[in-house]
């Protein structure tokens, strides 16, 4: 049986569990709200999942050994205050359903939702729901402008062209028609069923005399019965006892399969939601570096130095961000050996596509994460009542820290450097050859030493260098390879001119991580 994960997402009361309900042949234990605060408050809080199984189009047969395909519903939460649970869910699913109400369009998760869908998916159906509210000499015209409105949001998307069927998943309307459209577009998504198996948890429980119940889907690889499996969090390892998908037993599990993994016995609350993997293949992350791709509809600051939501996987964890660029791009990839300049913050209207921004993400608590992980960067602080996307920017993981000390260990070897820019002046002349300046530094907390040997050059045009530190204050020693010229002689003796005062100028590299015996390294 082929297995597609389809996410149905949308605004909050768009009627997606409805949807899926009305879908559904087989339920998890999870599905249709079951969970008593979600029918005491009347949402969606949590993922749940359910099935449809039907016939393999004839358009995909002939391509694997499968007779039949599964259809496994993602039900998403919708309400603002959820969006980590949305991430979550839509890094599991293959195919999107985007349900909007007929009655209300595009509204602000909707958005949010396509954003999510667009970095996680490449096919979507929307189904546009509740035309049994609109009346029925309305209904025809108010359809039309509705399609045309979300095929011309489409088109700024990557779904452009997706197909849209109106539907009452309330009253039953046209979900023949709906299940018909969804089977045209329905594709073998890319498995590989050889890389080390990764199972993503979404619930856990224990069965009395049996075990620790695992369910979830099978992000790669496979798992058969009696096979070890790692449970990082906890740092353990367990046997698979039993394996099933919607209450049937299976030997195997493979990716992209929806199913529950019983295994040897463990407190469910040690994990809830996270990962289950192959012995050793999950990493303790303390920090990452990505390379940084912004979301065109984020319009708050992205800033060095700044705070920022980080989703992967389940995991949702604050992070601060380092941002840095090559000077002179080779490649789109993070090297440790290479040098890269700091930046401050990355710009709204930025269009230079060659200039690729890289950020580190220091993680405030280490999370469990493997390599190439999405990342996904948001404001979850941002007022949910406004209209305003929250997700701020993505990238892959390209280097992990997993090094508890690696303020101490990795981040010295990192080559991140802040262009710096001083300014001084002339205070009196020593001889033909060497001058004494001030201004370059500030009388506290000063590192002269730091500078001794770099050039600087003269208003003038004369260059020297930073021959020795100068008393106790800030003042610095200058010396230059050959004698000042009698026109800059003459101007420094002109003590009383102060607009015609010699400024000494100084531009350096100060390295943001690395240390020498007097501070941060400086170079030039």
């Avoid at 995991?315 to 380092?322: G, S």
């Avoid at 100068?470 to 607009?499: C, D, I, Y």
Wanted: charge should be positive; include cysteine; proline fraction near 2%.
């Amino acid at each position: 049986m082929l297995n597609l994960n389809v996410g149905l997402m949308g605004h909050v009361d768009s009627g997606k569990t409805t949807l899926a309900k009305a879908l559904s042949e087989i339920a998890s234990t999870a599905a249709f709200d079951k969970n008593p605060q979600s029918q005491q408050r009347g949402i969606t809080l949590d993922l749940g999942f359910s099935a449809l199984r039907t016939d393999l189009p004839a358009e995909l047969q002939g391509h694997g050994n499968w007779n039949q395909l599964q259809y496994t519903f993602v039900d998403c939460p919708g309400h603002a205050s959820l969006i980590r649970t949305i991430i979550g869910g839509a890094q599991i699913i293959d195919l999107i359903v985007l349900v909007v109400d007929i009655g209300k369009g595009i509204q602000t998760q909707t958005a949010e939702c396509l954003v999510i869908g667009e970095l996680t998916s490449r096919k979507m159906i929307v189904a546009l729901n509740k035309i049994d509210t609109i009346e029925e000499n309305r209904r025809v015209k108010l359809v039309d402008k509705m399609k045309k409105g979300i095929t011309s949001v489409l088109m700024k998307t990557v779904f452009e062209g997706s197909p849209i069927v109106e539907i009452s998943a309330a009253k039953g309307i046209n979900l023949d028609q709906f299940v018909l459209t969804l089977k045209s577009i329905s594709f073998i998504p890319v498995r590989d069923y050889n890389m080390p198996f990764l199972f993503a948890v979404d619930h856990c429980f224990t069965i009395k005399g049996q075990g620790t119940v695992c369910t979830g889907t099978v992000l790669q690889g496979q798992i058969k019965l009696n096979e070890e499996v790692e449970i990082p969090k906890i740092k353990s390892t367990r046997k698979v006892k039993s394996i099933q998908m919607f209450r049937q037993c299976q030997e195997i599990a493979r990716q992209g399969d929806r199913v529950g993994i019983c295994i040897t016995q463990f407190d469910p609350k040690q994990l809830e939601r996270g990962l289950i993997c192959t012995p050793g293949f999950v990493l303790t992350t303390y920090a990452t570096i990505i390379r940084v791709n912004r979301i065109k509809y984020f319009k708050g600051p992205i800033r060095n130095k700044s705070k920022f939501h980080v989703h992967i996987g389940y995991e949702t964890v604050l992070a601060c961000i380092t941002l840095f660029k090559e000077e002179k791009v080779q490649n789109a990839e993070f090297n440790a050996n290479v040098e890269y300049e700091l930046i401050d913050e990355i710009e709204i209207d930025a269009s230079d596509k060659d200039d690729h921004v890289f950020a580190l993400l220091e993680f405030e608590v280490p999370i469990q994460t493997v390599t190439s992980a999405l990342v996904i960067a948001s404001k979850l602080d941002a007022d949910i009542h406004k209209n305003q996307c929250r997700l701020a920017f993505f990238g892959r993981m390209e280097h992990h820290v997993s090094n508890k000390d690696y303020k101490s260990q990795f981040l010295p070897q990192l080559k991140i450097y802040k262009k710096k820019h001083k300014i001084g002046f002339v205070q009196r002349i020593v001889n033909e050859s060497e001058l004494i300046a001030a201004g370059l530094f500030k009388k506290e907390g000063n590192n002269r030493q730091a500078f001794i040997g770099l050039r600087i050059q003269l208003s003038s045009g004369e260059w020297g260098v930073i021959n020795n530190t100068f008393g106790a204050s800030s003042k610095v020693r200058l010396r230059f390879r050959t004698p000042l010229s009698e026109a800059t002689l003459a101007r420094l003796r002109q003590k009383n001119n102060s607009a015609d005062q010699v400024k000494v100028e100084l531009r350096f590299r100060k390295y943001v991580f690395t240390k020498d015996e007097v501070g941060n390294k400086v170079v030039q």
